[in-house]
């Protein structure tokens, strides 16, 4: 059974920083790209980051190029999302997701997806 579980949100003042965590279980990482997403009430589902995870290519968004850091540790099927220099902007429920076709920004194209947790960037 396909499962993601995320954690490691939590409360942040501005410039600070987190470290989110997406465990993977029922499948193995290699074939597939994961991305993070992040989504605020009304609006649409941002995407963030991605990792294909076979040849380590990762993509940003632009306003999170620079301060966010996606990468993977193979032996624990776990997917992380470093974020840095955190902004009120920032906040919003973050989720993990996997696809097996590119890395691409639409929700549409991940099938898996988890429950998500909440970053909130506040002073």
């Known amino acids: 059974q396909v499962q993601l579980v995320e954690s490691g949100g939590g409360l942040v003042q501005p410039g600070g920083s987190l470290r989110l965590s997406c465990a993977a279980s029922?499948?193995?990482?290699?074939?597939?790209?994961i991305a993070w997403f992040r989504q605020t009430p009304g609006k649409e589902r941002e995407g963030v980051s991605c990792i294909k995870i076979s040849d380590g290519n990762t993509y940003y968004i632009r306003s999170v190029r620079g301060r966010f850091t996606i990468s993977t540790d193979d032996a624990q099927n776990t997917v992380y999302l470093e974020m840095n220099n955190l902004k009120p902007e920032d906040t919003a429920v973050y989720y993990c997701?996997?696809?097996?076709?590119?890395?691409?920004?639409?929700?549409?194209?991940?099938?898996?997806w988890g429950q998500g947790t909440q970053v909130t960037v506040s002073s």
């Open positions: 029922g499948f193995t990482l290699y074939n597939y790209r």
């Open positions: 997701a996997r696809s097996r076709f590119a890395c691409e920004w639409s929700p549409n194209r991940y099938e898996n």
